[in-house]
């Protein structure tokens, strides 16, 4: 493609708060835009189908002058700031995903959804199809939609990408293929502080989230058996929430923690623990991990592209909350596993770097090819 090529990633909604699959896709955006591409993020302010729903025109009208007086008048409505982009990448917050949105761009430009919904407006923009469309699939994302939306998607004529080798088994499930490009960790953003050897063996962390899919609760009562045998088991949890009301006394909480603030939890934990039913990839399992942490974790979708039963972490069957338990006790109690698996947990997630990754996203997407 000659002169400066055009990438523009349709978002499902504004990133109010953090969001680990808008956090792989801004990573994306800052290494496209510095290999010299025209980078544009795309937020709608209500969805096509939303709008579709409302039939009259002069609802319709007032909708749209209400989002215009809300965002540029009054300054009510804002993108995120959580995420600090260092290149220039164009955020662009708009009413609506239209058909016609592809008249905004050069004819070059490659447009890329980023989950399910956003799927099927990008295969139903004008002029484009699976040469200038693609789908980069970060999750099988039934927890919004049923089964048959989410595969049904993956027949559209776009080019897709998955994030973890179970996901490309999905699409195989439906007879269609993928670009396999795996997650990655910032070497500069998480590292190790503390020494594996020297960390306290009772201390422990984990994401505390409300999606169901990542069964917090679980992760709770797994410690509140492990604490009956190991007394004084303390655990550190984060998330985007105030303080939930269900954390116990024994359980620190920091919300929304910065870069140094999230590297001192993951440097002060031995074992980091998830119970996640389904994960498309499992990022906080990643940065734990580079950071030093020991995991247990559930044997769960994308925890399997890095975590090995008795090799970098102890898995135990989804919603088994007892085996849960008592991986995190066998951690807590043979230092020599705990030191050995959090070796080379450290070793495997070193081994996904973003330097690979996007050499296969720019070559599936089709940019970049001077490189």
């Given at each position: ?240 929430e105030d303080r939930p009301s269900d954390l116990p006394s024994w359980c620190d909480y920091c919300r929304q923690p ?114």
């Amino acid at each position: 493609m000659p002169g400066r090529q055009s990438v523009v990633f349709i978002l499902p909604a504004r990133d109010e708060a953090p969001v680990g699959g808008y956090k792989v896709v801004y990573t994306y955006a800052e290494m496209l835009s510095r290999c010299g591409c025209d980078v544009h993020l795309v937020y709608p302010h209500i969805k096509p189908e939303a709008l579709a729903s409302v039939k009259s025109p002069l609802l319709r009208l007032k909708m749209r002058l209400g989002f215009f007086y809300r965002l540029r008048i009054r300054k009510q409505l804002r993108l995120g700031n959580w995420f600090r982009f260092k290149e220039k990448v164009c955020r662009e917050y708009l009413f609506t995903v239209s058909r016609n949105l592809p008249r905004r761009y050069p004819r070059t430009a490659v447009f890329v959804a980023t989950a399910v919904e956003t799927s099927y407006w990008v295969a139903g923009m004008r002029g484009v199809d699976a040469r200038n469309g693609c789908y980069f699939i970060q999750d099988f994302e039934n927890w919004k939609h049923d089964d048959g939306y989410v595969l049904a998607s993956y027949r559209l004529p776009l080019r897709k990408a998955v994030i973890s080798s179970w996901l490309r088994d999905k699409l195989l499930e439906t007879g269609e293929e993928a670009v396999l490009v795996p997650n990655a960790i910032d070497p500069g953003y998480f590292s190790l502080a503390t020494p594996i050897e020297e960390r306290s063996p009772f201390e422990v962390a984990f994401l505390y989230h409300t999606d169901d899919r990542k069964r917090t609760g679980d992760v709770l009562a797994a410690l509140d058996l492990v604490r009956k045998a190991v007394p004084q088991l303390h655990a550190v949890s984060f998330g985007v929430e105030d303080r939930p009301s269900d954390l116990p006394s024994w359980c620190d909480y920091c919300r929304q923690p910065d870069r140094e603030e999230h590297n001192r939890i993951y440097n002060r934990a031995a074992i980091f623990v998830a119970a996640s039913r389904a994960e498309g990839w499992g990022l906080t399992v990643c940065e734990a991990m580079q950071c030093g942490c020991a995991v247990a974790c559930t044997d769960a979708g994308g925890f399997r592209e890095f975590c090995t039963e008795g090799k970098t972490a102890l898995m135990s069957p989804v919603f088994d909350v007892e085996a849960l338990a008592e991986n995190v006790r066998r951690l807590v109690c043979d230092g020599e596993l705990r030191v050995r698996l959090a070796k080379a947990g450290m070793e495997r997630i070193g081994s996904f770097t973003w330097e690979s990754s996007f050499d296969r996203m720019r070559k599936f997407l089709g940019v970049c090819s001077e490189l």
